[in-house]
Each structure stands twice: as C-alpha cells, then as structure tokens.
C-alpha cells in the first residue's frame, strides 16, 4: 500500500489526469478485501467446530489464525 502527500495544486493535477480512467472505471463488490492470489476463503463456523473437536484453541469471535486456518486445510477440509 502506497500513501502519497499532495498539496493543493499537485493533488488537481493528479485528479485530472486520473479522471479518464476513473470515467472508464466500474465497481467491484469487496475489492479491498481479497488480495491477489489469496486462496479461497473458509467458513469460519467450520473452521471453530474442526478446531473444537480436535482440541485446537481458536478465539470464539474475530479473525482466525492463519496457522489454524493452515492446519484446517491440512487435515482435508
């Protein structure tokens, strides 16, 4: 991710030469929340309920380890 400092002037300048392709441009539902390249997602119900029974700790609510995610995915699912 890039951040970029503009005063006034510059910022304008950076709009109107965007604006073409911002004009050409369509939406995408959830473009910020998939990276290139990253892998299907899981169901997190699923991932709770296999941790569970194979006595993997997993945080009841939030975001899931990647590691247990790994272990999910190694064991089949």
Avoid: C, Q
Avoid at 53 to 69: E, L, M, T
């Amino acid at each position: 991710m890039y951040e970029i400092d503009l005063n006034s002037t510059n910022r304008d300048k950076l709009v109107a030469a965007m604006a073409p392709f911002a004009a050409a441009a369509r939406r995408v539902r959830g473009a910020g929340s998939v990276s290139v390249g990253a892998e299907t997602p899981v169901d997190a119900r699923a991932v709770r309920e296999w941790a569970r029974v194979n006595g993997v700790h997993v945080p009841a609510r939030g975001r899931i380890p990647d590691r247990i995610i790994d272990e999910y995915r190694a064991a089949g699912n």
